[in-house]
Nanobody, 130 residues
Framework: EVQLQASGGGLVQAGGSLRLSCTVS????????IGWFRQAPGKEREAVSC????????YYADSVKGRFTISSDNAKNTLYLQMNSLKPEDTAVYYC???????????????????????WGKGTQVTVSS
């Protein structure tokens, strides 16, 4: 069973930085598709950034390109999201999630997260004050 647990959220002023972490367990192979989503109040959940081992590339939403960086430490089974130059519009609950490597989403490589996810962790709140 795939399990994900996000942490690292908090309150930060605009222009500041935060690093989110997500511990992952339950993957049965070296193939993986993991990433970050967020949901702001009154808005739909959206993909922020994701990684797929199938092509080794990453995806970023246009709204976070150049400010956020996704990375993973396979030895620690941990996914990170470094968020710099935060803006009030980045305020949201952030979730880490993964796609089943045997599912259709995995076939889209690093863009798998634009099609949702199969496994979700509990979110962590990020609040950016102006």
């Amino acid at each position: 069973e795939v399990q994900l647990q996000a942490s690292g959220g908090g309150l930060v002023q605009a222009g500041g930085s935060l690093r989110l972490s997500c511990t992952v367990s339950g993957f049965t192979s070296d193939d993986y598709a993991i990433g970050w989503f967020r949901q702001a109040p009154g808005k739909e959940r959206e993909a922020v950034s994701c990684i797929s081992s199938s092509d080794g590339t990453t995806y970023y939403a246009d709204s976070v390109k150049g400010r956020f960086t996704i990375s993973s430490d396979n030895a620690k089974n941990t996914l990170y999201l470094q968020m710099n130059s935060l803006k009030p519009e980045d305020t949201a609950v952030y979730y880490c999630a993964s796609a089943d490597v045997f599912g259709y989403r995995y076939t889209f490589g690093s863009r798998w997260c634009t099609y949702g996810a199969d496994y979700w962790g509990k979110g962590t709140q990020v609040t950016v004050s102006s």
